[in-house]
């Protein structure tokens, strides 16, 4: 990789970084005016994390370095993985590296350390939110994998930049339904993973309904910030992945200014679109009871079979 | 021109499978009444997209007529006769919900499975929708079989004759318009005749619970 | 002459189920002119056999709407002879009989389109209309089965009408299917699919689809045949319901679904070069259907369940006869017409039974030689005759049916269906004999009520007797030209 390549990957981990915050505001403030609240200002977030760096940690004595080193790991596969995904370029400098199974993997590692994180100190919080958020991890495992083999025989290849290119010279396949079918699972396996309404309420602190913030509640500090950002990045990187995967135009095919620019307007525009659309979700579906999790799940994994029935039957 | 009609179609009649599914998933007679109905005008879309594609005009008053009868009628009738009789929520089925939709989606894969010597054969655009067709058919005989309320199996039976109707606007853009009629009025009175017998198993047994219609063995 | 004879054929019932509809409230001659409607029909039915005797098919209507070859004429017979008897047996002919105006009205009205469905179904030329009418016994049929309300009736009527319908809706996506194959073959949507029609076209036609559409064709017609493992609903429909209505369904409706297998049976043995494919299956489900009538034989309550499984496993024993080539043919037409007579009459004694002595339980039945000795004599012939013993029809048309698939070769499935025969023998008369003799329960009325209603039961056993001691040849005649020309 050359210096072009690093400076474009070291440019985009930085703009997803920065973007990362405001995805989450705006869905907050969305939902907040749905809610016919005022809600806080889309840059919230940020003021959050300056905050969280600026404080102490408070670490229980029963934890280990497994806590220590679980947001570390967290944030930084999570990054990598935004650095994999085209989000305003393709294809990637990284490209070569760029494969579905690996990307989810690489999420997973993400899910695997915060929940070791969660049980580590021994709290009750801790080891229950951990046990909840696997079982969904584990439930959404074959609709994702589903999902993606769709993409991968629709374009001949696992790689996100092959994808990518084989939808922007062939337009009628968007709306292929094996397309439909895998942007559907995808978007309730983010539902699942992000830790969203209908699966998990990312504002609650009950015990009966949270998951996500019940693995981070021994957190504190800038470590707590890390973790935090990293779920906003992820949330991020599904909704690039969602949008350049199955409506890649606009992406800049080439280094050229213009290119650039169109590509950095399209997909924050795509990020928002979605954004909204995951508030008004959220708004208006109640939470699921979490043994009825399952059944949302396996509606995924029906969706992702019905996409690569689909894909394999049309070629 | 050829190839937007293909896609139109497997959409379409994806849009029609997903609502079985739906069935199969959600837990209240209302939301099943609701996914029946937008199965129907699914369908109907779909048959007068295969009518403009296909030129042929018969097809616009299948569409039409199966927007009021199934779209419309129908789970008129439906909502009235589940406000009389039943409680909102389906008892848990014979077979819970995430097993069945694993089953739907294996039922499916056998459908595509089913449906290969129908592919070889035809050379319509059309063609690829015509597994998700016998798929929906498959689901709908699941659901059938494993609900526990008259009711929700009523609604199965209307999805199984929603499947055979896609299956021939797929196949073979539909059949004879006089057929049609027909089919639609047996399918009408076979409905009718059905509400009559909700209506009378919760006037005998206090319940629509097929589970309490057991005195007959052997 | 062929309109006047299929119009007398079909159109009296229509108009009998208008006058029914209309006049309210129920009055008596409104009852006898069903029953005379029924009469005019058979004639009519009578004059179509001759005529098709002679060779050329009846036609009738624009386009050959209707269309009476040898095969409809023989199950068009049936049905009329069945349907007169039940309506002559029906509820709301005399005064005293015990129900209210409603019923009677229900009856005739729903009970004369049911025979007019039965009729249509056998009659029209067109496939998907013929599946049109089927569907039309469904529901009518299925209105009469809870015509008194109990629970138990309810339940059957529910059974009925849920399972009948999904298999009848599997029939209609096997005919889909058939067509999808006319249609790519013959590239033109033609406006009706006639039977003679697909019989020309279907050596041109796909194997591959007609193999599938046969399973859907025979799933959902062999539903309403009464086949295994399809058969769940038959019990319950037949014994729950009024036994004029049981008559007329496990008579003939039987009768009109395996017309419609034997139908579809031929067309796609036509385009699949052989029989080979649909006798496997025909003859598995047959085999089963056999099996589960004759043991579910041995451990029957009721007299009427006893009468609905033994039509299951006379329905098997048809079905499996069609796969015995020419002969078995005849023989299985044979045994269609024997069934349809000795089952009826049957089912319309049950009725009289059960009116005297108040229960459908065999065990509540005892002495029936002695309070009521003419009934009781055509019940024990109707019996004998079920159980295939000679010299009633049944012997003979089985004879010739275990004949023909010895001679076929069909060695094992022909001596497990005698095996099967003999326990269902044994199954019916161990139940049957004690209810004919035995000393009579107390506060059972002596007599015969209705002497009158008892003539045509007696016809019909008279009927089987002579069917039993030889073959008349008008009947021989037709029957051997459906087997040689296969309905043509």
């Known amino acids: 990789m050359d210096v072009t390549g690093i400076v474009c990957e070291a440019a985009q981990a930085v703009l997803g970084l920065a973007l990362a915050p405001g995805v989450v505001g705006l869905i907050r403030r969305v939902k907040a005016r749905l809610q016919n609240r005022r809600g806080a200002p889309v840059w919230q977030p940020y003021a959050e994390l300056r905050k969280l760096f600026g404080k102490d940690m408070v670490v229980s004595p029963n934890a280990s370095w497994v806590f220590r080193a679980a947001p570390f790991v967290v944030f930084g596969s999570t990054l990598v993985v935004y650095l994999l995904v085209p989000a305003f370029i393709t294809p990637l400098p990284l490209n070569a590296a760029a494969d579905l199974f690996a990307l989810v993997y690489l999420l997973l590692l993400g899910t695997f350390a915060l929940a070791l994180g969660g049980l580590d100190p021994g709290s009750a919080f801790g080891g229950m939110g951990s046990s909840r958020e696997m079982t969904i991890a584990a439930l959404s495992e074959p609709a994702i994998a589903l999902a993606m083999l769709s993409l991968a025989l629709g374009a001949g290849s696992t790689n996100l930049g092959e994808i990518a290119a084989r939808t922007i010279a062939n337009p009628l396949a968007a709306l292929s339904a094996g397309h439909v079918f895998a942007f559907a699972a995808l978007f309730i396996v983010m539902l699942a993973e992000t830790g969203r309404l209908p699966v998990d309420n990312p504002a609650t602190h009950l015990e009966l309904t949270m998951i996500h913030e019940a693995m981070t509640l021994e957190y504190s500090g800038p470590c707590l910030a890390l973790i935090e950002w990293a779920s906003w990045l992820k949330l991020t990187v599904f909704f690039t992945l969602a949008a350049n995967l199955f409506l890649p135009w606009g992406l800049a095919t080439s280094l050229t200014p213009a290119g650039l620019a169109i590509a950095a307007v399209t997909t924050v525009a795509k990020l928002g679109v979605l954004a909204v659309a995951v508030a008004v979700i959220e708004t208006r579906i109640a939470k699921l009871r979490l043994f009825r999790v399952p059944e949302l799940l396996a509606v995924s994994f029906v969706l992702g079979l019905l996409a690569v029935t689909s894909s394999f039957s049309v070629r | ?218 | 002459m062929h309109l006047f004879l299929i119009a007398s054929l079909v159109g009296p019932w229509a108009l009998g189920a208008a006058l029914a509809a209309v006049v309210r409230p129920y009055r008596r001659w409104v009852g006898w002119i069903t029953v005379g409607v029924g009469a005019g029909s058979a004639a009519a039915a009578a004059g179509l056999w001759v005529l098709a005797l002679g060779g050329t098919p009846a036609e009738a209507g624009p386009s050959h709407l209707f269309r009476v070859d040898a095969l409809s004429a023989l199950v068009a017979l049936c049905v009329t002879l069945v349907s007169a008897m039940s309506m002559a047996l029906g509820p709301g002919l005399a005064a005293d009989d015990g129900n209210d105006p409603r019923t009677s009205r229900t009856f005739r009205a729903y009970g004369s389109l049911f025979a007019l469905a039965m009729l249509l179904a056998v009659t029209l030329n067109d496939v998907a209309l013929m599946w049109v009418a089927i569907e039309a016994t469904t529901i009518t049929s299925a209105l009469l089965v809870p015509l008194h309300r109990t629970r138990a009736s309810v339940e059957a009527s529910w059974k009925y009408v849920l399972i009948g319908s999904v298999g009848i809706a599997l029939a209609f996506a096997g005919t889909v299917l058939a067509y999808f194959a006319f249609v790519t073959v013959t590239a033109a949507r033609s406006h009706t699919l006639d039977w003679p029609l697909l019989t020309s076209v279907a050596p041109a036609l796909n194997p591959g689809l007609m193999r599938l559409a046969f399973v859907f064709l025979l799933v959902g017609y062999g539903t309403k045949a009464g086949l295994a493992p399809m058969h769940t609903w038959l019990p319950d429909a037949h014994s729950e319901a009024p036994a004029p209505l049981s008559a007329m369904m496990s008579g003939v409706l039987l009768a009109v679904a395996q017309y419609a297998i034997l139908r579809w049976k031929l067309v796609v043995d036509a385009s699949l070069g052989g029989a080979a494919f649909t006798d496997r299956v025909l003859l598995a489900l047959g085999l089963l259907s056999i099996l589960i009538g004759a043991l579910s034989l041995v451990r029957q309550q009721s007299y009427k369940r006893l009468l609905a499984y033994s039509s299951i496993e006379h329905s098997g024993f048809i079905c499996v006869g069609l796969t015995f080539g020419p002969a078995g043919v005849f023989a299985s037409l044979l045994h269609m017409l024997n069934h349809a007579l000795a089952k009826s009459t049957g089912f319309l004694l049950s009725g009289r039974i059960l009116a005297r002595y108040g229960t459908t339980d065999v065990a509540g039945v005892r002495g029936l030689i002695r309070t009521m000795p003419v009934t009781g004599t055509l019940f024990a012939a109707s019996m004998l005759a079920l159980m295939g013993l000679p010299p009633f029809g049944l012997f003979v048309s089985e004879f010739l049916l275990f004949r023909a698939g010895f001679l076929t070769g069909h060695v094992w499935a022909t001596s497990a269906a005698l095996v099967l025969a003999g326990i269902g023998f044994v199954a019916l008369a161990a139940h049957v004999l004690p209810m004919i003799y035995g000393a009579a329960p107390a506060g059972v009325a002596r007599g015969e009520r209705g002497r009158l209603t008892l003539v045509p039961l007696v016809v019909s056993v008279v009927a089987l007797i002579v069917l039993g001691l030889m073959v008349p040849r008008a009947i021989g005649a037709l029957l051997e030209r459906i087997a040689g020309g296969m309905a043509a």
Not at chain 2, 13 to 18: M, N, Y
Not at chain 2, 83 to 100: D, G, L, M, Q, Y
Not at chain 2, 194 to 212: E, K, N, R, S
């Open chain 2, 1 to 218: 021109m050829d190839d937007v009609f293909a896609q139109v179609s497997v959409l379409g009649a994806s849009g029609v499978l997903i609502f079985a599914i739906v069935v199969l998933w959600r837990h209240g007679v209302m939301a099943y009444i609701s996914a029946f109905r937008w199965q129907s005008n699914v369908l109907a879309a779909l048959t007068a997209a295969v009518a403009y594609f296909g030129h042929d005009r018969d097809l616009y008053w299948v569409a039409a007529l199966m927007v009021v009868v199934k779209g419309v009628a129908i789970p008129r009738l439906l909502t009235r006769l589940a406000r009389r009789v039943a409680t909102s929520r389906e008892a848990e089925p014979f077979v819970n919900t995430a097993t069945s939709l694993v089953l739907a989606g294996l039922l499916i894969l056998l459908a595509h499975a089913a449906a290969r010597p129908l592919l070889e054969m035809s050379s319509a655009p059309t063609r690829a929708a015509i597994p998700l067709a016998i798929g929906l058919l498959f689901v709908s005989l699941f659901v059938i079989v494993s609900r526990k309320k008259a009711i929700t199996q009523v609604i199965g039976f209307l999805m199984l004759e929603n499947a055979i109707a896609l299956l021939a606007v797929l196949a073979t853009y539909g059949v004879p318009l006089v057929v049609e009629l027909g089919v639609f009025l047996d399918a009408m009175m076979g409905f009718l005749v059905m509400q009559i017998f909700v209506y009378d198993i919760h006037d005998t047994f206090d319940t629509v619970d097929v589970d309490a219609l057991n005195r007959l063995k052997h």
